[in-house]
């Protein structure tokens, strides 16, 4: 790989489909500017499990894409957090991202969560992160698989190209 290639890492968790709709999005997005642009860099989205320590560290630029759960980060992303937080710790110091929560009504609690993570690895917050409200409130509509907007979905490939154009 060339050394002046540079990697957009997307890191989602999802169980009813919205964040990682919204980590698609992104990704497509950041594709089309890559190609426009005639870049070579790499855009990488990898589910918070299949992350490795390895991806982390030659990652140039981060999306986190969640859903709130109980107004925090959902447990497997949490666990990602979890269990990569020492070892990146003094490794990735102000390196740019951003991230996309998506919740059944307030998001608040689960972006605080992440963005107190990302401070504590210094890492440099280049593009908003936004909340994409859902509207889910019966136990019915909190468990059924979601479908975005298309006003959601362009809001998710704004912050995936604008996060790739800061690369």
Not at 56 to 79: H, I, R, T, V, W
Not at 138 to 147: D, F, G
Request: with cysteine; glycine share 6%.
């Amino acid at each position: 790989m060339d050394a002046n290639t540079k990697t957009l890492l997307i890191i989602w968790h999802s169980r009813t489909h919205a964040a990682r709709q919204a980590a698609q999005a992104a990704y497509e997005s950041a594709c089309k500017i890559r190609q426009e642009l005639g870049q070579s860099d790499e855009i990488i989205m990898l589910h918070a499990n299949e992350t490795t320590l390895d991806v982390l560290l030659q990652a140039d630029a981060y999306l986190f894409c969640a859903p709130e759960n109980l107004a925090s980060l959902s447990g497997a992303m949490k666990e990602f957090f979890d269990r990569f937080y020492y070892d990146l710790l003094g490794n990735i110091e102000g390196r740019p991202y951003s991230a996309i929560i998506t919740a059944g009504s307030d998001g608040q609690g689960a972006l605080r969560q992440l963005q107190r993570i990302c401070t504590g690895w210094r890492l440099n917050e280049k593009v908003k992160p936004i909340i994409l409200n859902t509207a889910s409130q019966t136990k019915e509509e909190i468990l059924a698989p979601k479908t975005l907007t298309a006003e959601q979905l362009a809001k998710a490939a704004e912050v995936g190209s604008t996060l790739y154009a800061w690369l």
